[in-house]
Nanobody, 118 residues
Framework: QVQLVESGGGLVQAGGSLRLSCASS???????MGWYLQAPGKQRELVAT???????NYADSVKGRFTISRDNAKNTGYLQMSSLKPEDTAVYYC?????????????WGQGTQVTVSS
């Protein structure tokens, strides 16, 4: 059974930092990992993605403040968040994509709450 478990969320003051982790189990190899956020009443949106070859992509709103990384040996992803702003408050979800032959499968974690106070 495939599982993604996020951790590291919490309450932090504006300007502070948090490091989110996404631990996977039941997945042999992850092609791409990503972090998404969903604020109350809004749609889920992309924060950052990273491929197996460590090619990264960031939403404009987090460039220069957030860093996505991964440990391929552990099939674990990370999101280092710095200079946090109140508008970063949301539930953060981890997404993993695997490719088996020509089929692409995606998996989502349950989310972790990040709250930034002003």
């Amino acid at each position: 059974q495939v599982q993604l478990v996020e951790s590291g969320g919490g309450l932090v003051q504006a300007g502070g930092s948090l490091r989110l982790s996404c631990a996977s189990s039941g997945i042999f190899s992850i092609n791409a990992m990503g972090w998404y956020l969903q604020a109350p009443g809004k749609q889920r949106e992309l924060v950052a993605t990273i491929t197996t070859g460590v090619r990264t992509n960031y939403a404009d709103s987090v460039k220069g403040r957030f860093t996505i990384s991964r440990d391929n040996a552990k099939n674990t992803g990370y999101l280092q968040m710095s200079s946090l702003k109140p508008e970063d408050t949301a539930v953060y979800y981890c997404r993993a994509v695997t490719v088996v032959i020509t089929y692409e499968y995606e998996y989502w974690g349950q989310g972790t709450q990040v709250t930034v106070s002003s």
